[in-house]
Structure formats: structure tokens, C-alpha cells
Nanobody
Framework: QVQLVESGGGLVQPGGSLRLSCTASGFTLADATIGWFRQAPGKEREGVSCLSSADDNTYFNAHVKAMGRFTMSRDNAKNTVYLQMNSLKPEDTAIYYC??????????????????WGRGTQVTVSS
């Protein structure tokens, strides 16, 4: 049984940082496409960033303005993917989800491309 578990969320002040983790069991993340998504209250789920297995590049949703603030990385030994978030803003407040699929996809920021999802971790940016 595949399971993705997110951790690392919490309450942080504007300008602060958090590192989210996504650890998999029953599934190897090393060759997978992994995405981070978020959903704020009253809003639709949106892609934040993704790490493509096709080219091992990281992609960002321009609407989220994550480039330059967020970084994805992968620790294959721990079967874990990270989302380092710096310079956090109140509008980053949301539940953050990781998702995985065992192949390259055409658009890794699209939620429907993924087979497996975690339950999410809450990130709240507030003073």
C-alpha cells in the first residue's frame, strides 16, 4: 500500500521559513515525478512546484511566485522529498499536499497527473 506523509507545517511569521517533508512508503520516490500542491480556505487546489522525473528539473507555478523563495529537493536514501519555503507571506497560508506518480508526465503542476496523495500539512503565515 502506497502512503505519502507530509510533515513540517506550522505557524510562522511573515518572512519566516519552513521545510516541508514528504515521506513515502510502498513507493520509491527516486524515479518518480513529485508535486507540491496547496489549498487555501475557499480556494481551489493549486500546484506550487514539481520535480519532474523526465529531466530532474523543478518547475514552479508562476501564480504562486514561488521561484526564488521555494526549493524542492530529494533524499533518495530517506525516500523523502522536501519543500524549503523561505520569505513566507500571509498568502502562502494553506494546507500543503505532496503527490507522486511513477512516470514522467506532460504537466507536473496539474493535479490530475498524480496517482498518490498525502493528507496534507497546515502552513499558517501570520504575525
Amino acid at each position: 500500500q502506497v502512503q505519502l506523509v507530509e510533515s513540517g507545517g506550522g505557524l510562522v511569521q511573515p518572512g519566516g521559513s519552513l521545510r516541508l517533508s514528504c515521506t513515502a512508503s510502498g513507493f520509491t520516490l527516486a524515479d518518480a515525478t513529485i508535486g507540491w500542491f496547496r489549498q487555501a480556505p475557499g480556494k481551489e487546489r493549486e500546484g506550487v512546484s514539481c520535480l519532474s522525473s523526465a529531466d530532474d528539473n523543478t518547475y514552479f507555478n508562476a501564480h504562486v511566485k514561488a521561484m526564488g523563495r521555494f526549493t524542492m529537493s530529494r533524499d533518495n536514501a530517506k525516500n523523502t522529498v522536501y519543500l524549503q519555503m523561505n520569505s513566507l507571506k500571509p498568502e502562502d497560508t494553506a494546507i500543503y499536499y505532496c503527490a507522486a506518480v511513477g512516470e514522467a508526465v506532460s504537466g507536473c503542476l496539474r493535479a490530475h497527473e498524480y496517482d498518490y496523495w498525502g493528507r496534507g500539512t497546515q502552513v499558517t503565515v501570520s504575525s
